[in-house]
């Protein structure tokens, strides 16, 4: 409540802002909204929950185990059904999910040390598009927090958005402003 309490206060109404911004614009600003808040209230209470730090590390695991097979399978799958909000949907949480736990767990470390850790060094068994991905949004979440409060539009926060359709884009689903959505006919080598 802390967080959005904020918000709403350095930007009035923001937060029941129902303003048509179309299919992609309104996917990058949920998707924004659900890693800011799960980053922020994780750095505000870390000091008061810190036995969360192994839970949240073995949840992020548990999500990045198998999360670019199951967009390739979401893939796979659009080739039979043909539904683009669906693979869209399927693949978009298969590679979603872990930046959004990522949020918690780095939320967490950021609220309870003074110094910054190395993202990489805390992910280096994942996937390399996911350690970048997570990397990304780490830093940028790093950089809005520290610009808290001096934001110049609430819409600062869409990067964070810009980067889940980013990995979406790597896991082999494109999305355009013009509201098509295309799935890839190959899938993505690793990096």
Known sequence: MEENAARERQFPGILLDQTPAGYVRLLERQFAEAFWCEYAVCGISARLARNEEQRFRENLTSRLNDARTHAREAIRSYRTHRD??????????????????????????????????????????ADPIFVAAIGELVSQMRLLWNRRGAWE??????????????????????????????ASHSLPTPM
Do not use: K, N
Request: glycine share 8%; hydrophobic share 45%.
């Open 84 to 125: 683009v909000e669906r693979v869209l949907q399927e693949v978009g949480g298969a590679a979603l999910e872990p930046l959004r736990i990522a949020s918690y767990l780095f939320g967490h470390l950021d609220g309870t040390s003074d110094e910054e850790c190395d993202v990489a060094a805390e992910l280096q068994a």
């Open 153 to 182: 539009t609430h819409d600062d926060m869409l990067v964070l958005g810009r980067t889940a359709f980013a990995l979406i884009r790597v896991c082999g689903v494109h999305a355009r402003m013009a509201e098509r959505i295309s």
